[in-house]
């Protein structure tokens, strides 16, 4: 199984970006999906972002669709999400996992266990 570990959270302003990496552990790590998801408190856990192993397909939450961009560096074992235009609604802590397909992630089934996550704060 993959472990995962993210990085790149923090205090943003509305309207701000941040970049979040996701390093996997294993020489399987490119033949998984990853997905991004987030939970804020006091809310359910929720899908984000998945990309394919193959980096060519990907699935958007409406959410986030069109203001954040999820990409992956096989070869560095890496999956990031570029969260740009942020809101305060965006706020939560962000978690990557790996799932076999786009679709498994997309129903919030995953590979293995979740990573400790990164806290993102917007600030209105």
């Known amino acids: 199984q993959v472990q995962l570990v993210e990085s790149g959270g923090g205090l943003v302003q509305a309207g701000g970006s941040l970049r979040l990496s996701c390093v996997g552990s294993?020489?399987?790590?490119?033949?998984?999906?990853m997905g991004w998801f987030r939970q804020a408190p006091g809310k359910e856990r929720e899908f984000v972002a998945g990309i394919h192993w193959n980096a060519v397909t990907t699935y958007y939450a409406n959410s986030v669709k069109g203001r954040f961009t999820i990409s992956r560096e096989n070869a560095k074992n890496t999956v990031f999400l570029q969260m740009d235009s942020l809101k305060p609604e965006d706020a939560a802590v962000y978690y990557c996992?790996?799932?076999?397909?786009?679709?498994?992630?997309?129903?919030?089934?995953?590979?293995?266990?979740w990573g400790q996550g990164t806290q993102v704060t917007v600030s209105s």
């Open positions: 996992a790996a799932g076999e397909t786009v679709f498994s992630l997309r129903t919030m089934t995953i590979l293995g266990s």
């Open positions: 294993g020489r399987t790590f490119s033949t998984y999906a």
